[in-house]
């Protein structure tokens, strides 16, 4: 047993480090994109109402932004027990079920994960994949495609392929959580504690 433990620990550690970096990258990218749809936002607001020209891409743009930022912060939430939850029945039980009961909530969100991400990348592979001619027009009016002598147009299929990022991501922690959840029930929780929250999360909540 001392063996397998120590097997387990090992991979713990290289799956924390592969998660915990991935999902400081996606917060980063995530902010990054928070940002931008503020300021796509703001520069809608003074085109329509102080120029009273209003721009054909703005509302698309931000709508896209929104969808990514929340497909790169939404898997740290899951790692970190930072979504709503209900905790009245994980309070009733006894102590020694407690991670039993988390041990089977994780593998039910895994199970659903996995059939939405076999949705989530057949909508994104199906054939038909939208142009998106808002963000084309910016493009178009930019001029970045003369500038750079490149022939790019965006497909509304980019913003879809957040979907399938997010439950891909999902998925990788699942995999950590229920590893460390396993071992917790068999060693115990002192040897394997839950991720440390982050500095900037702790911060935050």
């Not at 713990?12 to 980063?28: M, Q, S, V």
């Not at 068999?186 to 702790?202: C, H, L, Q, V």
């Amino acid at each position: 047993m001392k063996a397998i433990s120590a097997i387990v620990e090992v991979t713990l550690e290289g799956l924390d480090t592969i998660n915990t970096r991935a999902l400081l990258f996606g917060r980063t990218i995530g902010l990054v994109a928070l940002g931008l749809m503020v300021l796509v936002i703001l520069a809608q607001i003074f085109f329509r109402y102080v120029l009273n020209n209003a721009l054909p891409w703005p509302e698309e743009a931000a709508r896209g932004l929104m969808i990514w930022m929340m497909a790169l912060v939404a898997p740290s939430a899951y790692r970190y027990t930072g979504f709503v939850s209900i905790d009245m029945l994980h309070d009733l039980i006894p102590a020694h079920l407690k991670n039993y009961l988390v041990l089977a909530i994780l593998l039910l969100c895994s199970f659903v994960s996995v059939i939405m991400l076999q949705h989530a990348w057949s909508h994104f592979s199906a054939p038909l994949l939208f142009d998106s001619s808002g963000l084309n027009r910016l493009l178009q009016d930019t001029g970045i495609n003369q500038l750079l002598g490149t022939k790019i147009q965006f497909r509304t299929a980019y913003i879809y392929l957040a979907m399938s990022v997010l439950l891909m991501l999902i998925l990788m922690v699942s995999l950590e959580l229920i590893l460390r959840q396993l071992a917790r029930i068999i060693w115990g929780n002192e040897r394997f504690p839950i991720p440390k929250i982050p500095t900037e999360m702790a911060a935050n909540s």
